[in-house]
């Protein structure tokens, strides 16, 4: 059994429909971030679509010492308090340190645990005192069940809001796969589990001094994800992916996600009823 995990109004888990977390990669200005944020919310309110607003205020684990990182904490809180209270929805952010964890839970719904990141006891108990849900990205290094440690670690500190991520595993040099059997065996564990189909189109730094992407196969890794079962879809969005600060080559255009997210929903449904 599944538990239910409630994030203001929205729920993940259980038989509810897909949730979508989505937007920029990184937070590179307040008025991009808003205008991404408010695409998101007219598409996903006309389509019903429960919707939490993800960017980062500092993305610490670029490729290169130049790559660009966000506003930093406090400018990056403040932002993502604009796109909470204005667009009415949940946000979410990666935290690094655990000494980020208490001021960023005085803003963010969720408190995101980056893959690299997620066997980092110390994070992870930090995150857990919030008391605020906590998503796991599961690292790319780990076996499906490995998360076990990691789930241990945040419900044993006293708090049972966790979401599991899955956003493939590494694969020689320079490439990511997903095996779908995992959103099953992270889910036996009994937290929902999202799939993340943006990062796991990533070609880590495939690039050189930046990662490379395969954005084309988005919607697939979306399509499968919701054919599998899992209870969200975690997908980085922008106006101008090519344009973007940090992995345009694996983001989703925002003109292109109302008609998949139509096909997930369609998809979400039968594997919904057929549960």
Known sequence: MVKKIKVGDVVFGGQKPFVLI????????E???MTIAENLKDITDRLKVPFVFKASYDKANRT??????????KKGLKILNKVKTQMCV????????PEDAKEAAEVLDILQIPAFLCRQTDLLVAAAKTRKAVNIKKGQFLA???????????????????LLTERGTTFGYNTLVTDFRSLAQMRELGYPVIMDATHSVQQPGGLGKVSGGKSEFIP??????????????????HTDPKRALS???????VDRLEDLLVDLITIDAVVKRKR
Do not use: Y
Not at 90 to 97: A, E, N
Not at 152 to 158: I, L, T
Not at 247 to 253: E, K, L, V, W
């Open 144 to 162: 499906p069940w490995d998360m076990g440690q990691a789930v241990a670690k945040v419900a044993e500190s006293g708090n049972n809001n966790i």
């Open 22 to 29: 989505a937007g920029p990669c990184v937070i590179e200005d």
């Open 90 to 97: 949940p946000v979410l952010s990666d935290i690094h340190t």
């Open 220 to 237: 697939l890794m979306a399509r499968c994800g919701v054919a599998a079962g899992c209870d969200g879809v975690f997908m980085e969005v």
């Open 64 to 73: 290169s010492l130049r790559s660009f990182r966000g506003p930093g904490l």
């Open 247 to 253: 992995d345009g080559p694996n983001m989703i255009a």
């Open 31 to 33: 008025r991009t971030v």
